[in-house]
Each structure stands twice: as structure tokens, then as C-alpha cells.
């Protein structure tokens, strides 16, 4: 079976090699012609090697004896015919045992090698004053020639399958960068919906219970419920807007410092819920990346959440302090706290504790991960009937993917 030459694109040398292969077949066909000539003109054979010397040139010279089996074994008889007519041809042998090697598989190249190799050595013999010794020449320079081709073309094989697996273990990390990158944005996505849209849907549905229930008797305080539950909604639009081009949080926009935006936060939940909140700040501010203060105000938002939702407190403050090499936001309440988890990561998941978050319990995990991207760490405080402290500590110089 023919086996099909490599492609330029497949080897990018085999173009230049094959150009440099079928130039020193010319030049020995050429030197053989000449040496026949000048010793034979008279010859009656001189006609016929003139013309088999003319087509064995243009037949191998165009490129078929490498593509179809017919056509090599017309170039390979023409040149056999030469040598039995002039021994001299011999010298061409090496460029045809190249273009054997590369047409046909190795169980198939070998023993065609050895037949030309055996017409090369009987030429040799009948060459007037030959020496025998030098009949051993063609069989070392073949056994040569095809070794070298034949570790040459397993190198490179073994080159091109290095290359393919290099190639997939690249697509393969690519495809898992891709992975990870939408694992990291769903993540991302989840924690600002919790932070934003799910904490503000449910202080609408508390807003609109309580304005249902009061509606017959009280309907300003139900009337005031609702106004609330619809600019809650305004906000939370901004929000979802802004998270979506993952922009600053609207309050932070707006206040223009985390001090100020902290400051609005208490305010706003206070008037709200009811439940009295107070902003406070301990020592100077300094600068902090827009990624830490984005951090600290949804943990801010989050842990008042959690107060309104779980814990039943009659007030509640927020501390934003700056200790030299870290910032530390403190949420804590006065209500009826919860038992922690063994460690302390978190409440105990027991239905009846307080704080507990039943069928929620993504809050504290989301703000942890917020601050691990920022090598921070939070930390809580609780006691059942001694209310909650949840800390947030983060190094004033964030990792350099923070910044």
C-alpha cells in the first residue's frame, strides 16, 4: 500500500529535503549520462540509455513515483534497465532508495532497499578492474541511509503525537479556565443576589405583611408599610442593575466613602424597620481598594439582614474602625443570639435556634468568601439570650488581585 508523503503543513522540511533529494538524483543521472557518453558514444545502446536516462529524469523529477505505486515502479525499472546497460547508473541509487523509504510503509520499504542494493553491488562487480572489497560499500551506505531515515521518521512521529497531546492538554486547561471562570462569576452572582436582591425581597414581604395585617386597622401605618416596600424595590433595581456591570454598590456610588455609605445604611434600616441602628467610627479613614469597600458595606448589609430577620433585637450598631494595618467592621445586636457550630464558623443548624436562617444559611458563607478574596477573615460572636457581634477584618494592603 502507497503511503502518502507527509504534508508542508504536517513537516515543513520535507519540501526543501525532497527539492535537495531530486537535485543530486540530476546531477548524478547527469554524471552518469556524461561518463557513459565519453567512454561509449558509439555504443548501439547509446540511443536507448539517452532516452530511459531522459524518462527516468522527467518521470521522478515530477513528483508521481511519490503518490502512485505504478508510476515508482516505472521509474524504478527504467533505472534498473540503466544499470544492467551501464553500471555507472549505479550512482543514482540514493535518491531512489530515499524516495522508497518515504512512498511506502517499512515492511514494504526494506525489502524493495535490499533488491536495489543487490542490483547496485552486481553493477559494482561488473565495472572493468572493479575491487571486490568495495561491494561492500553499497550494502553499508543503504543499511545507513535507512537507518537514519527510519529513526529520523519515528522522531518525528513521536514529535508530532508530543505536539497533539500538548496541543489537547492546552484546550483541556482552557476549557477548565473557563470552568473555573464561570464557577467564580456564578459565585459572584450568588452572593450579590443574597446580599442585594433575596435580602430586599424579604423586607418587602415583611413590609407587605405587616401592611396587610394593619390595613383594617391602621391603613397610614399600612399605607407607610407599602411606600416603604416600593423604595426598597427602587433600590434593589439599582442594585441588580449595577451588580449586573459589576459596578460599586448604589449606596456607595452615591455617598461617595465607605464611611458615608455605612452612615446611610443605619439610617435608612432604621427608619425601615424601626430598629434603632448607630453608625459608629473609630480612628481616621484611609485609603482602601474599591473591592475592600464594596466587601464591608454588603457584609454591612447581610449581618442587618440577618438582625431584622432572626434576631428579635431592640437595637443594633455598626463600627467601622481602623487599626493601623487592617479595617474592621463590627455589626452587633442586643437580640436572643443563637448557639455556634462547633468552631464557631456559624450558628447551630437546628430548627427553633435563633439565627439559625432556616432554609436559608447562605449569608455568613458568602460574606467569608467575599473576604477570603480579599485575605480577610470574620469572625462571630453569639450566646443564646446575649445577642451577636459579626467582624470583619481586612489588611488595609490587599493582595494584588484585590486591587
Known amino acids: 500500500m502507497m503511503r502518502q508523503p507527509l504534508s508542508r503543513a504536517a513537516d515543513p522540511d520535507a519540501r526543501w529535503l525532497v527539492a535537495v533529494m531530486r537535485l543530486a538524483f540530476v546531477l548524478l543521472l547527469g554524471t552518469s549520462l556524461t561518463r557513459y557518453l565519453a567512454h561509449h558514444f558509439t555504443s548501439a545502446l547509446t540511443p536507448w540509455v539517452i532516452a530511459l536516462s531522459t524518462a527516468l ?38 535518491p531512489l532508495l530515499y524516495t522508497v523509504l518515504r512512498a511506502f510503509p517499512p515492511r514494504a520499504s526494506i525489502p524493495l532497499v535490499t533488491a536495489l542494493t543487490a542490483l547496485v553491488m552486481v553493477s559494482e562487480l561488473r565495472l572493468p578492474g572493479a575491487d571486490p572489497t568495495m561491494v561492500l560499500l553499497p550494502p553499508a551506505i543503504a543499511a545507513l541511509a535507512t537507518a537514519v531515515f527510519l529513526y529520523m521518521q519515528r522522531q518525528g512521529v513521536r514529535q508530532r503525537k508530543l505536539i497533539i497531546d500538548l496541543i489537547r492538554a492546552r484546550r483541556e486547561l482552557a476549557a477548565v479556565e473557563r470552568q473555573q471562570g464561570a464557577l467564580s462569576e456564578r459565585e459572584r452572582l450568588s452572593v450579590e443576589i443574597h446580599d442585594t436582591l433575596a435580602q ?3 423586607s418587602q414581604q415583611m413590609l407587605l405583611q405587616a401592611a396587610e395585617l394593619a390595613w383594617e386597622q391602621d391603613e397610614a401605618a399600612a399605607r ?6 416600593a423604595a426598597i424595590t427602587a433600590r434593589n433595581l439599582a442594585e441588580a442593575r449595577r451588580f449586573v456591570h459589576d459596578l460599586a454598590p448604589a449606596d456607595l456610588a452615591e455617598q461617595g466613602t465607605l464611611e458615608a455609605a455605612l452612615a446611610a ?29 464594596s466587601a464591608l458595606l454588603r457584609i454591612a448589609q447581610g449581618a442587618l439582614a440577618n438582625v431584622r430577620e432572626h434576631s428579635r ?6 463600627t467601622l474602625s481602623y487599626l493601623g ?12 443570639g443563637f448557639t ?7 450558628p447551630n443548624r437546628r430548627p427553633g435556634v435563633a439565627g439559625s436562617g432556616s432554609g436559608r444559611g447562605h449569608g ?12 480577610g477573615t470574620l469572625t462571630v460572636e453569639s450566646a443564646p439570650g446575649e445577642g451577636t457581634v459579626v467582624s470583619a477584618a481586612i489588611p488595609l494592603t490587599s493582595p494584588p488581585e484585590a486591587r
Open 57 to 94: 529524469a522527467v518521470g521522478h523529477l515530477s513528483g508521481l513515483s511519490e503518490r502512485r505505486p505504478a508510476w515508482l515502479a516505472t521509474v524504478l525499472g527504467s533505472w534498473a534497465v540503466l544499470v544492467l546497460m551501464a553500471p555507472s547508473f549505479a550512482w543514482c541509487a540514493v
Open 200 to 202: 430586599g425581597l424579604s
Open 224 to 229: 407607610s408599610h407599602i411606600r416603604t416596600a
Open 265 to 293: 445604611l443605619a439610617e435608612r434600616e432604621a427608619a425601615e424597620s424601626g430598629l434603632p441602628v448607630r453608625f459608629q467610627l473609630d480612628g481616621s479613614p484611609v485609603p482602601m481598594s474599591a473591592a475592600a469597600q
Open 313 to 318: 433585637a431592640g437595637r443594633a450598631s455598626i
Open 325 to 336: 494595618d487592617q479595617a474592621v467592621l463590627d455589626v452587633a445586636d442586643d437580640g436572643r
Open 340 to 346: 455556634l457550630s462547633p468552631g464557631g464558623r456559624g
Open 364 to 375: 455568613l458563607p458568602a460574606m467569608r468568601a467575599r473576604l477570603r478574596q480579599l485575605g
